[in-house]
């Protein structure tokens, strides 16, 4: 079993920054690619930004220049600073993580972030 542990959601305000981090751990032998999406009510999900064990990086057109994806392999973190936020930002952010060697993959529980004067 793979358990994703996130934290960093909250409420910001138009133009202000947010840190979210997802901690993998258990069955992660192989850990690749981790990543973030998001989804808004009424809306699909979608991805956000992805990270590969080899720091090759991937972000939605509506993310870039402002949002940056990190990663600490030694801890099996992802992390997703957030800069510029706009109110059309506001969703649920969910970790997601997929490995080299296998099908499987997992997400998150999910983290609420509110982009709102």
């Known amino acids: 079993q793979v358990q994703l542990v996130e934290s960093g959601g909250g409420l910001a305000q138009p133009g202000g920054s947010l840190r979210l981090s997802c901690a993998a751990s258990g069955s992660i032998f192989s850990l690749n690619t981790m990543g973030w999406y998001r989804q808004a009510p009424g809306k699909q999900r979608e991805l956000v930004a992805a990270?590969?064990?080899?720091?090759?990086?991937d972000y939605a057109d509506s993310v870039k220049g402002r949002f940056t994806i990190s990663r600490d392999n030694a801890k099996n973190t992802v992390y997703l600073q957030m800069n510029s936020l706009k109110p059309e930002d506001t969703a649920v952010y969910y970790c997601?993580?997929?490995?080299?060697?296998?099908?499987?993959?997992?997400w998150g529980q999910g983290t609420q972030v509110t982009v709102s004067s």
């Open positions: 990270i590969t064990r080899g720091g090759t990086t």
């Open positions: 997601h993580v997929r490995f080299l060697l296998r099908a499987d993959d997992y």
